[in-house]
């Protein structure tokens, strides 16, 4: 390992033709290190990381190639980056990295060592970019969810207040149910049914342009005509999984979204546990409510469920009728055909 060629401080030959870099990206200030082809490390440096780029620019090397890790603000560092001459860029995947290079140490020279080495080795788990245009799509069907779950919040609070007070309303939050809500002129309700109004009145506006923007999207409108998806989990999914290319096969799609099992292994013995849960846990669970209508209006899923049911329960049943759906989006998005 390189490792065992670290000096602090030590600048090694300059002069190599192909170097790496191992990136510890921080909001204000990043570590760096540098490695040549044998591993030995040319330089350490924490730097300012709005100077990263300049940095990588200005070092002096023919080929160079860059690892950071994946963070919440990577994209607009990954864009900077991947405009220098004559580099490449790597973002790597955080929790694939900790169980390839899990160590006692942990912090950011090690950290970026860590990635240097790796991408010099063709060890690095990369995590996949997705493009400018997949991202805003992204950054809408999640706006989608997030107010999604704060109407949920405020339609929960508002039924434990009326319970904790012992108020009966029948379909409280029915326009009928609102309007009888309002008459109690308690102050802890009116403020929630506010929220309630302006929160139900963005997710309108946000399920009309998912609907615009799902017309101009091709993949979405494949995933559209699978029994069970309307326009907002076609986007979500067609959002989320990107570039189907990326997955050898459909296991592998599936995988990605959290709907293939565990599975435990010991001498001869192997078992399959829970699903992994990996990913967009949201995805996953608007599937798997999708494979329920899906599950009604499908003979042949409707089969499917039924012997699954028979075998090994309900819900384990609609969690294979959800990956089933995946299964179809996967084929129709390689062969893009319905």
């Not at 191992?22 to 909001?27: A, F, I, L, P, R």
């Not at 040549?36 to 780029?53: F, H, P, Q, Y």
């Not at 012997?307 to 089933?324: D, Q, V």
């Amino acid at each position: 390992m390189g490792e065992l060629n670290r000096r602090k401080g030590n600048i090694y030959n300059m002069n190599s033709k192909e170097v790496y870099f191992g990136v510890d990206v921080h909001e204000r200030e990043s570590q760096v290190a540098v490695l040549d082809k044998a591993g030995n490390v040319l330089m350490e440096k924490r730097i300012s990381t709005g100077k990263l780029s300049e940095f990588i620019s200005e070092f002096p090397a023919d080929e160079k190639h860059v690892a950071v890790e994946s963070v919440g603000f990577i994209r607009p560092i990954y864009k900077e980056l991947t405009g220098i001459p004559a580099c490449s860029v790597s973002v790597a995947s955080p929790v694939k990295v900790r169980l390839i290079a899990e160590s006692k140490t942990k912090n950011d020279r090690s950290d970026s060592f860590i990635l240097g080495d790796l991408l010099r080795t063709n060890y690095l788990p990369e995590s996949y970019i997705a493009d400018d245009d997949t991202m805003e799509k992204r950054y809408l069907v999640r706006d989608r969810v997030s107010y999604g779950l704060r109407r949920a919040q405020l339609v929960t609070s508002i039924k434990w207040m009326l319970k904790r007070r012992g108020i009966k309303v029948k379909a409280p939050l029915s326009d009928k149910g609102k309007e009888q809500l309002k008459k109690l002129g308690l102050r802890e309700i009116n403020i929630r049914l506010k929220d309630l109004e302006v929160t139900e009145s963005i997710i309108e506006e946000l399920d009309e342009e998912i609907s615009k923007v799902e017309l101009t999207d091709k993949n979405a409108l494949l995933l559209d005509t699978i029994p069970g998806i309307g326009p907002y989990t076609a986007l979500f999914l067609s959002s989320e999984l990107g570039d189907i290319n990326r997955f050898p096969d459909s296991k592998h799609a599936a995988a990605y979204v959290g709907l293939v099992p565990t599975l435990h292994q010991s001498g001869d013995k192997s078992y399959t546990g829970h699903i992994t849960g990996s990913g967009n846990k949201w995805l996953r669970r608007n599937l798997i409510e999708c494979a329920k209508i899906a599950i009604r209006v499908d003979p042949h899923l409707r089969e499917s469920y039924l012997k699954i049911r028979h075998k090994r329960g309900g819900k384990r049943a609609t969690i294979a009728i959800a990956r089933k759906l995946v299964t179809y989006a996967y084929f129709m998005l390689k062969r893009n055909i319905t």
